[in-house]
């Protein structure tokens, strides 16, 4: 049921952005204070009223709680619904105004790839705004990433200064925990520091007017957001932190009037008087009756997708498996002559030389050409990628030979065995076709993400179809299509140790509902998975007969998800929950497959621990119909203790296209299936692969887990 309380919440005109408009320079906390307790006079005045949906049908009426652009699928109004129930007890529950949580939008761009991409598009924005920028991540690391972004403030101030207008003010928020948080959470970053964080200084940027903050609620109330919002006009929600990782992250670009829940959002998060006010916050947005998609798309234009996929083959080329595993330094010697932080992009790093992490030079005058290929790589790095794919096309027709005279042994569905991949539910989950379609990558030229054994040391997929090569595209180029519903389904921080009150945050209630609800297929890809609401929930949606798939890591963060209370690591859980459906023999087990990560250019898992290939995409669709994707893991943190930002979009259109691109750039599905039996991977020929193994950690491993708690409480995990 949906009370008449949330009914006038969501369709009140009232919202923090607009009660902020009218004097921008106060605190923004006062603001909101002052805008729960008109939502509380409400909810006073409304008392012991009969529920709303007794004058119409129950999604009707969670159809009017939301500023949709249709009617949505009933799927999503179950799970909208759902979520709404959260603001009877806080209105601001959803870290949004209640009349913002339900919206519409288009999404023109996806990237899954590396995060030099991602920061790329970054950059591009930041390079392009004209008035404001509003930027977040859980962490913040003086590295190749930052200096990208550092880079593009320098540029925007020169076009500032150039065309003679207004600075364009810039806020940032990240998270790094300091003994000062136990007392105020968000602490300005005083200029004088900003160096330090790879950040420009003031004389640097005369065009930008900048203010850092740093937001932490003690003691596991990390803020583990990630966004941008460019103008009141864009906005940008990913899963990677600004920061250098071999990950494989997700990205999608948001238009249209969501963008303004995610600014009220934004501005909530701030809470600080802002100094100076954002410029637009008294302007009202405008939308267009059309919106632009691929190179019509003014943001989009500078993608070139067959030269950006060569380039971030190089960038894997160029980070072999076999080399230096977690923790270990650079080379000593690179230190003698440079300092610590130039020694580490230098030596330890090829992120910092891959081309996306190249600054754009935008011309100051509006109406010069903008060309598609500007600043793309030449000299070394151009013949290293023409090198390289030569490389692996030669790699592919090789691999295509093979997958041909194994076709037969493929095509058999062994348990456990990661060379003969089971199919997945979702109808759009198989891999593209010869001519992949225009938002899956464009041209159809055959990029293989790969390269040759006696560089990178390691197997290259010889035992895959020849077509899982020609596929890789890590920018996905959406279709032109009208505004679809979205909402907004964050979580608030929660500093308190302890696992309780799911039922109180949109995230979690949403993903609950999403399980609960679905009828046909879930899938789920994340780094982590042991939160013991979605174990659960899977549980009982395979014993329904829901195909469940899951694409997790092999040995992420380990060590720290070993200690107590954190849920255990995902072979631990995976182990579980076969052992449970098994142990039941229904069957249910059949409708779980479970998939270890496995990179584009890898024929078996590696254990996330040696920082080689990990993915840290965290995305959830379900039946085909709904896609929830942001910030959130599925593991005790986002559950229980993380600030996060999602959206839940209703398309699927969008769905598909996600699917197909997801699995384009990874081999997951092809070589990571574990066995249903136990949850462990074994190969065709019998080797078995584990991190660290199923059973009950040991106090040694649970002692060292303590490590990354408390790297989790100062901000510095880079989850």
């Known amino acids: 049921m949906v009370s008449r309380h949330v009914l006038e919440l969501c369709t009140s005109p009232t919202t923090l952005i607009s009660e902020l408009a009218k004097t921008p320079d106060q605190p923004i906390s006062k603001v909101a204070k002052q805008l729960s307790k008109n939502h509380g006079a409400i909810f006073k005045q409304l008392a012991g009223a009969s529920p709303a949906?007794?004058?119409?049908?129950?999604?009707?009426?969670?159809?009017?709680?939301g500023s949709f652009p249709h009617r949505p699928s009933d799927l999503f109004l179950q799970v909208y619904r759902d979520a709404l129930h959260t603001?009877?007890?806080?209105?601001?529950a959803g870290l949004v105004s209640p009349s913002l949580l339900g919206s519409s939008g288009v999404i023109p761009l996806s990237i899954v790839s590396v995060i030099p991409d991602i920061m790329r598009h970054y950059a591009e924005l930041i390079v392009r705004a004209e008035a404001e920028i509003f930027l977040a991540t859980n962490?913040?690391?003086?590295?190749?990433?930052?200096?990208?972004?550092?880079?593009?403030?320098?540029?925007?101030?020169?076009?500032?200064?150039?065309?003679?207008?207004?600075?364009?003010v810039v806020k940032l928020i990240y998270d790094r925990g300091n003994l000062k948080q136990a007392v105020k959470h968000r602490i300005v970053v005083k200029p004088v520091y900003w160096s330090r964080l790879g950040l420009p200084t003031e004389d640097e940027i005369p065009g930008v007017a900048l203010e850092a903050i740093n937001y932490h609620r003690p003691l596991l109330g990390t803020f583990h957001a990630k966004y941008l919002v460019v103008d009141r006009r864009v906005a940008c929600l990913?899963?990677?932190?600004?920061?250098?990782?071999?990950?494989?992250?997700?990205?999608?670009?948001?238009?249209?009037?969501?963008?303004?829940?995610?600014?009220?959002?934004?501005?909530?998060t701030w809470s600080n008087a802002m100094n100076p006010p954002l410029p637009l916050l008294t302007k009202l947005p405008t939308y267009p009756n059309v919106y632009k998609f691929q190179q019509d798309n003014e943001d989009l234009r500078y993608i070139d997708p067959e030269a950006m996929s060569k380039a971030t083959l190089v960038y894997l080329k160029e980070r072999p498996v076999n080399s230096e595993p977690q923790g270990s330094q650079p080379n000593p010697q690179c230190y003698s002559s440079m300092g610590a932080v130039a020694a580490e992009r230098k030596c330890a790093d090829p992120i910092a030389r891959h081309p996306s992490m190249q600054i754009p030079s935008l011309s100051t005058d509006p109406d010069t050409t903008y060309h598609r290929y500007r600043n793309f790589p030449t000299g070394d790095w151009r013949s290293r990628i023409v090198g390289s794919y030569s490389d692996v096309t030669m790699l592919s027709r090789r691999a295509s030979a093979k997958s041909n005279a194994n076709s037969s042994i493929r095509a058999q569905t062994l348990d456990g065995s990661a060379g003969a991949p089971r199919g997945i539910h979702t109808r759009s989950h198989s891999p593209a076709p010869d001519n992949p379609v225009r938002d899956a990558g464009g041209s159809g030229m055959p990029v293989v993400n790969s390269s040759t054994e006696h560089e990178q040391g390691i197997t290259s997929n010889e035992g895959g179809d020849g077509d899982a090569w020609s596929d890789f595209r890590p920018h996905i180029l959406h279709e032109p299509h009208q505004p679809v519903p979205i909402a907004?389904?964050?979580?608030?921080?929660?500093?308190?140790?302890?696992?309780?009150?799911?039922?109180?945050?949109?995230?979690?209630?949403?993903?609950?509902?999403?399980?609960?609800?679905?009828?046909?297929?879930?899938?789920?890809?994340?780094?982590?998975?042991?939160?013991?609401?979605?174990?659960?929930?899977?549980?009982?949606?395979?014993?329904?007969?829901?195909?469940v798939t899951l694409y997790l890591d092999l040995g992420f963060n380990d060590q720290g998800e070993m200690i107590p209370f954190q849920g255990g690591t995902n072979e631990d859980v995976v182990h579980r929950m076969y052992t449970a459906l098994n142990s039941e023999g229904n069957g249910a087990e059949k409708h779980l497959e479970v998939f270890w990560y496995t990179g584009?250019?890898?024929?078996?898992?590696?254990?996330?621990?040696i920082r080689k290939r990990n993915c840290h995409v965290k995305f959830m669709a379900v039946d085909d119909q709904i896609a929830i994707l942001g910030s959130g893991n599925q593991d005790t943190q986002s559950w229980f203790h993380s600030q996060e930002v999602n959206v839940m979009v209703d398309s699927p259109e969008l769905v598909s296209s996600w699917m197909r691109g997801i699995n384009a750039n990874q081999n997951t599905r092809l070589y990571g299936r574990v066995s249903d039996k136990d949850g462990i991977w074994r190969g065709e020929n019998g080797e078995v692969i584990q991190a660290s193994g199923v059973g009950a950690s040991t106090f040694i491993k649970r002692l060292k887990g303590l490590c990354k708690v408390i790297g989790r409480i100062r901000g510095t995990g880079g989850f």
């Open 600 to 609: 584009k250019d890898q024929t078996k898992p590696l254990n996330a621990a």
């Open 53 to 65: 949906e007794d004058e119409e049908d129950t999604l009707g009426i969670v159809t009017r709680c």
């Open 87 to 92: 603001l009877d007890a806080d209105p601001l």
């Open 238 to 268: 990913n899963s990677n932190n600004v920061q250098d990782r071999p990950n494989v992250e997700m990205m999608v670009q948001l238009e249209g009037p969501v963008v303004d829940s995610i600014y009220d959002m934004a501005l909530l």
């Open 139 to 168: 962490y913040w690391e003086n590295s190749p990433s930052s200096s990208i972004i550092a880079d593009a403030l320098r540029q925007l101030s020169k076009r500032v200064e150039a065309r003679g207008g207004e600075k364009v």
């Open 488 to 547: 907004i389904v964050n979580r608030c921080p929660t500093g308190i140790p302890g696992h309780y009150h799911v039922s109180q945050f949109p995230q979690d209630v949403a993903w609950i509902s999403a399980m609960r609800y679905a009828k046909t297929g879930v899938f789920i890809q994340t780094p982590t998975f042991n939160a013991s609401p979605i174990v659960a929930s899977t549980l009982d949606a395979c014993r329904r007969g829901v195909q």
